[in-house]
T-cell receptor
Framework: AQKITQTQPGMFVQEKEAVTLDCTYDTSDQSYGLFWYKQPSSGEMIFLIY??????QNATEGRYSLNFQKARKSANLVISASQLGDSAMYFCAMREVYNNNDMRFGAGTRLTVKP | DSGVTQTPKHLITATGQRVTLRCSPR?????VYWYQQSLDQGLQFLIQ???????AKGNILERFSAQQFPDLHSELNLSSLELGDSALYFC????????????FGSGTQLSVL
C-alpha cells in the first residue's frame, strides 16, 4: 500500500526567503506520479506541481520546484522567494500507475510566511 | 474555477440522519474521486469511480456509499450520521491518466449536530 509522509506539521519562513517542505513516500511500483497541492484558508485545493517517476529532471513551475530523489523516495517542495500569500496548508500526494490508480495524500504541512 | 461542481456547499444536519452530496465532474472527465477532510486533517481517500464503475476503495465506512451515473455525475450518500462525520467532503475528477492531476471541487462542508 502506498504511504505518504510529511514530517513537518508546521513551518515558518521569512518573506522573500526560500523554504523546503519535506515529503517521503513508500511504494513498490516503479511507475508513479508525485503531486503537490496547496490549500489556503479558503479551503480549495490548488495544484502546484507534478513529477513523474521516470522524469530525469526535477519539475519546476514558476517559484515552485520539486527536489526529486528517487533512491531516497523523497519529493520535497521548494518554494523560492516566499510571499505572504504562500501561507497555507501544503499536501504531497502520490499515484501509482498500475496499483488501484487512486491518489493518496500526506497529512500536510502548514506554512506560515512572516513579514 | 476547476470545472468540478459540488452541491450543496454547506449542509447542517442531525445525528442519525442521511444526506446526499452531489458532484459534477469536469466536462470530459471519466474518473471521480471522493475525499474526506476532517478539521486540521489531511485528505482521506474514500472511493473512486471510473466511467460508472467503482475503481478503487479507501477508508470508506459501511454507512457511506457512492455511485456514478451514466451522465458521469456522482453522489456520495452518508447515512446514520455521527458527530465524527462532520468534515469537508471533496470531489475531484480527471480523465484518468496516471500522470494527471486531480481537479477538485470547492467541497461540501458537512456539520452533524
Amino acid at each position: 500500500a502506498q504511504k505518504i509522509t510529511q514530517t513537518q506539521p508546521g513551518m515558518f519562513v521569512q518573506e522573500k526567503e526560500a523554504v523546503t517542505l519535506d515529503c517521503t513516500y513508500d511504494t513498490s511500483d516503479q511507475s508513479y506520479g508525485l503531486f503537490w497541492y496547496k490549500q489556503p484558508s479558503s479551503g480549495e485545493m490548488i495544484f502546484l506541481i507534478y513529477q513523474g517517476s521516470y522524469d530525469e529532471q526535477n519539475a519546476t513551475e514558476g517559484r515552485y520546484s520539486l527536489n526529486f530523489q528517487k533512491a531516497r523516495k523523497s519529493a520535497n517542495l521548494v518554494i523560492s522567494a516566499s510571499q505572504l500569500g504562500d501561507s497555507a496548508m501544503y499536501f504531497c500526494a502520490m499515484r501509482e500507475v498500475y496499483n488501484n490508480n487512486d491518489m493518496r495524500f500526506g497529512a500536510g504541512t502548514r506554512l506560515t510566511v512572516k513579514p | 474555477d476547476s470545472g468540478v461542481t459540488q452541491t450543496p456547499k454547506h449542509l447542517i444536519t442531525a445525528t442519525g440522519q442521511r444526506v446526499t452530496l452531489r458532484c459534477s465532474p469536469r466536462s470530459g472527465d471519466l474518473s471521480v474521486y471522493w475525499y474526506q477532510q476532517s478539521l486540521d486533517q489531511g485528505l482521506q481517500f474514500l472511493i473512486q469511480y471510473y466511467n460508472g464503475e467503482e475503481r478503487a476503495k479507501g477508508n470508506i465506512l459501511e454507512r457511506f456509499s457512492a455511485q456514478q451515473f451514466p451522465d458521469l455525475h456522482s453522489e456520495l450518500n452518508l447515512s446514520s450520521l455521527e458527530l465524527g462525520d462532520s468534515a469537508l467532503y471533496f470531489c475531484a475528477s480527471n480523465l484518468d491518466g496516471a500522470n494527471e492531476k486531480l481537479f477538485f471541487g470547492s467541497g461540501t462542508q458537512l456539520s452533524v449536530l
